[in-house]
């Protein structure tokens, strides 16, 4: 799989790319990563990829142009997503249907907004990573792009983690997990799990997730076939 993103902080994105399961990832040859520098694909000598909004107005609103360029260079732009508090939200379901892609290009905005006609006639769709404000759109950038590498097949070095996840197969919250020490600050752990009785382990947990769904009203979503990422009954 190849990921672009285009940014006008190309160094927002070292680090995180090459850590963790998004290092690893990369190392083994599952993913490659191209960062674009939104300015190098302005043309004036300033290298300027923004500009005072038509009609007023506070702020500054990112050019059309450098986008542009910046998808055009990139050729095989596959997904072009771009990350906009106007978006639809974010989900498990647009992971799991992005992973399967060959290329996927997220473009970030700053400052105040990005210019529509990017919305319009350059990004395949606008996602948004929650109702809150963020200074930019690489954080939200980041998120996507843990989301969908972690089901890219091999990346994990244990696939039965990524099948355990929250939302992987019925769209809800895993239940709660432990590890050792079986007791600390007076804090223990459940004895059914410490038990040795998988049948009452997997009914246990099963129990749990149902409650916490209910708790925190979470619509468990129909069961996923795994070879499409597309839930039963419907599309």
Not at 32 to 53: I, K, N
Request: neutral net charge.
């Amino acid at each position: 799989m190849r990921i672009n993103l285009v940014t006008l902080f190309p160094e927002y994105f070292t680090a995180p790319l090459s850590l963790s399961i998004l290092g690893r990832a990369a190392a083994a040859g599952l993913v490659s990563y191209r960062v674009l520098d939104l300015r190098e694909y302005a043309r004036d000598r300033h290298r300027t990829a923004d500009d005072l909004p038509y009609g007023g107005g506070a702020g500054m609103v990112l050019k059309p142009e450098p986008f542009f360029r910046a998808v055009d260079e990139i050729g095989q732009a596959g997904a072009v997503v771009l990350l906009s508090a106007r978006g639809r939200h974010f989900s498990h379901d647009d992971a799991v249907r992005l992973s399967v892609r060959p290329d996927l290009t997220l473009l970030c905005g700053h400052y105040k907004d990005v210019d529509q006609r990017v919305a319009d006639h350059l990004a395949t769709e606008e996602l948004s990573v929650g109702d809150f404000v963020l200074s930019g759109g690489e954080p939200a950038a980041l998120a996507v792009v843990d989301a969908v590498v972690r089901l890219i097949p091999g990346a994990l070095g244990d696939h039965e983690a990524a099948s355990t996840d929250s939302f992987y197969d019925r769209g809800g919250l895993s239940a709660p997990s432990y590890t050792r020490p079986p007791s600390y600050r007076g804090h223990e752990v459940p004895a059914v799990l410490r038990s040795g009785d998988h049948k009452r382990i997997a009914h246990w947990r099963a129990e749990q997730a149902e409650h916490l769904n209910r708790e925190r009203g979470v619509d468990r979503a129909r069961p996923r076939d795994p070879s499409t990422g597309r839930r039963s009954g419907g599309s």
